[in-house]
């Protein structure tokens, strides 16, 4: 008799066990959401499902993505709701200094070697692409190591002996500063009596017994010897 009541015990037991666990389960993964936002048009990036109207983050995660009303169950009593009235929500674009707009300029923009030992491995680089592009009005590149110069900078002559009837600017390893011939100052108006712009830059000018022009540099303000 004891052993029959023990068996039914168990067997009961046994039954109600998995809704037991499911329910502990259950009350361990409640849905919930620290931020909640509806009521917009959100682009998800997934080619699946590339638009949503809602979307519920919990712990940094997106829970769910879907339509507002999806989203509710999410809603708790700690739940911050954003109702986007109808805006467009596009996931963050994280610049971590990448300079977006530098990949459009580079389409036609000069490569020059990043660590010439000379000069001259620069100038050969100029001169080729020149000579490539012979329709190529105005020539931009970059980037040119101020290491290779000494204190003063380089100077439009230089540039002028490589390319002499096209304007030519090319920048420096910093981005800040620019190096220009005298096709590209006279194509900018700019001339020995063109004064700085304190907010752009400054430009190094050679002395007045020399027949040399006036750079151009873009660095913020601070002089920067990029040429005579």
């Not at 009235?85 to 490569?111: C, E, I, M, N």
Request: net charge negative; charged share 20%; glycine share 8%.
């Amino acid at each position: 008799m004891t052993f029959h009541l023990q068996r039914d015990a168990i067997s009961k037991l046994t039954s109600i066990l998995p809704g037991l666990i499911l329910g502990l389960l259950l009350a361990n993964t409640a849905l919930s959401a620290d931020i909640i936002l509806s009521n917009g048009r959100i682009y998800t990036v997934d080619t699946a499902q590339p638009w949503a109207q809602a979307v519920a983050i919990e712990d940094g995660r997106f829970v769910y993505v879907g339509n507002d009303e999806g989203v509710k169950k999410y809603i708790d009593q700690d739940t911050v709701e954003y109702d986007l009235q109808g805006k467009f929500v596009l996931p963050g674009l994280v610049d971590s200094h990448t300079h977006p707009g530098w990949v459009a300029r580079s389409v036609d923009y000069v490569d020059l070697p990043w660590t010439p030992e000379t000069k001259q491995e620069m100038f050969d680089v100029l001169l080729s692409y020149a000579e490539a592009n012979p329709h190529q009005e105005f020539i931009v590149g970059g980037r040119w190591p101020s290491g290779l110069f000494d204190e003063e900078g380089p100077n439009k002559q230089e540039l002028d002996a490589v390319i002499p009837d096209r304007p030519v600017i090319l920048t420096d390893t910093s981005g800040h500063a620019m190096w220009l011939n005298s096709q590209a100052l006279k194509a900018l108006e700019i001339d020995r009596n063109t004064p700085d712009q304190p907010a752009c830059g400054h430009g190094v000018r050679s002395a007045p017994t020399q027949q040399a022009g006036t750079p151009v540099s873009l660095h913020h303000g601070r002089p920067a010897p990029v040429g005579r």
